[in-house]
């Protein structure tokens, strides 16, 4: 006697993987990604308005933002002071 498949438990089966697939969601950041911290830096004015326009001048490369110059000047900064 051979076995005979059921095609309607198979059809079931796929519609409810489908189903699970597209309502699945979850992380996708690995555990050995950094974690960021925010904080907020208050800085002068005028000191503002001249990253702000050294930004969106034709000199500043495209990785030049806010935060990477910030990091940038901070490290080095630390860097003088031997930390």
Sequence with gaps: MAYKRNRSSSK???E??????Q?????TNSDVEKK????VLFMDIDLH???KSYITSDEA???????YIANVAI???LTKKGF
């Design 12 to 14: 079931i089966n796929e």
């Design 16 to 21: 409810k993987a489908i189903e699970f697939i």
């Design 23 to 27: 309502g699945a969601s979850g992380e």
């Design 36 to 39: 960021k911290k925010s904080f």
């Design 49 to 51: 308005k001249r990253l």
């Design 61 to 67: 490369k495209r990785v030049e933002t806010q935060n």
């Design 75 to 77: 490290d080095e900064w």
